[in-house]
């Protein structure tokens, strides 16, 4: 039976989260710097939750009432709460810490079955893995989205065997058939890169900017946030982006494209971007071995997202001027979810981490992002030995 109270709540979940007027997306809300908890505005969407979930619940139909009499106990009856878990990949520092908080979290010790697939960058492996956790009958499913399209129809899959779904980290643009999304708001990172880069610029006197991008995966929403953001501020900016190609987020990737920058455009850049720390990584041997010297004080600005533990070690060195943390550790906040599901409550659409703007230099204490004013934390040893 647990699978059918399950089912009745995430429909419950979703007709409340329409009413109340949320949708998917991190990059809709104004400012991403803080974890959003605003219990306040999903009181209402509570109310007409319970109201819905006890209407439906006298309707329920004979499919969801097969998938739970097949379903394992689970949770609130003190039994094994079984997860699948549809990841991305492992293409990077933040992903292996992606992985490891679920891990760490959805533990045996802890109640859970975490049934995990490591999806290797595969879009169409990931749906697939979707479907097995649904032939399962798992009772939660979490996705990390590899691209933002394609995913109503598994969705609906979902929806109709009663496994509520929660997305974490990157978005999904064209369905909202998901419990909960826990993640970053990626143009508000990219937006606050291109503010300290203005904010940094003026600083230094320094009055041309020539960037090179190195974009992360195609498709991706932490790509397509990141790069919006700041070509928002660079075309405020009158900036030139000289070239913009994706490293698909690996160290590997950011080498090669930075190679194969330097062949096109040596001596006509000033700035590099690279949307995450394994990229820079790459980059940095790119330019290391075509002597090219980058980082504070030198020819070449380096910025970076992530902010994992070697990234900041990186900023510390003077090697990366700056950069922008995207928080992996998502899973705490994606088991209170599952709790709330668990206890009947209605959990919040969204649930943005907690993130922070790392610099090596103490020149600038704050940029405006969005009209709110926003830290910059100069990097110490006691925030790399804290950092993921
Ligand atoms: O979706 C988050 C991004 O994916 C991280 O910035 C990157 O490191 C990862 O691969």
């Not at 930075?258 to 001596?267: A, P, T």
């Not at 600005?301 to 943390?325: P, Q, R, Y």
């Not at 994606?334 to 709330?340: G, H, L, P, Y």
Request: aromatic letters at 8%; a negative charge.
């Amino acid at each position: 039976m647990k699978r059918k109270i399950v089912s009745v709540l995430m429909c419950a979940t979703m007709t409340a989260a329409l009413f109340a007027g949320c949708g998917g997306g991190g990059d809709t809300q104004a400012s991403g710097d803080a974890a959003k908890t605003d219990d306040a505005a999903n009181d209402a969407a509570d109310d007409g939750a319970s109201e819905a979930a006890g209407d439906d619940a006298a309707a329920d139909d004979g499919a969801s009432e097969a998938a739970g009499d097949d379903a394992a106990a689970g949770g609130s009856d003190g039994g094994t709460i079984t997860i699948g878990f549809a990841q991305v990949g492992h293409e990077s520092d933040w992903r292996t810490a992606s992985t490891k908080s679920c891990q760490d979290v959805f533990s045996a010790e802890n109640g859970y079955d975490l049934q995990f697939v490591d999806c290797d960058n595969d879009s169409a492996a990931q749906i697939e893995a979707v479907r097995g956790f649904i032939q399962q009958a798992v009772d939660y499913i979490i996705i990390d989205p590899i691209v933002s399209t394609g995913w109503d129809t598994v969705l609906t899959e979902c929806e109709d065997a009663g496994i509520p779904v929660i997305i974490i980290d990157r978005t999904i643009d064209d369905s909202d058939k998901y419990v909960s999304w826990v993640g970053s708001n990626f143009k508000t990172e990219g937006l606050a890169a291109g503010e300290w880069l203005k904010a940094y610029a003026e600083n230094k006197g320094i009055s041309e900017i020539n960037a090179l991008v190195i974009e992360g995966s195609t498709g991706a929403s932490a790509t397509i946030g990141r790069t919006e953001g700041f070509k928002e501020i660079a075309d405020a900016n009158g900036w030139t982006i000289v070239d913009s190609q994706s490293g698909d987020f690996t160290e590997a990737g950011g080498q090669e494209v930075m190679e194969s920058y330097i062949k096109s455009y040596e001596g006509k850049f000033n700035v590099v971007i690279c949307q995450n720390d394994n990229e820079a990584f790459g980059a940095m041997t790119a330019m290391k071995n075509a002597g090219i010297e980058y980082g504070v004080g030198k020819d070449v600005i380096l910025v970076s997202f992530d902010a994992c533990t070697a990234g900041l070690e990186k900023v510390m060195s003077g090697d990366i001027n700056a950069d922008f943390e995207c928080n992996p550790l998502a899973a705490p906040d994606v088991e209170k979810v599952i709790k709330q599901l668990q206890a009947g409550e209605t959990p919040e659409k969204e649930v943005y981490m907690t993130e922070h703007w790392y610099v090596n230099e103490d020149v600038l204490s704050s940029i405006t992002v969005n009209g709110e004013e926003q830290a910059l934390t100069v990097v110490t040893q006691e925030i790399i030995d804290a950092q993921y």
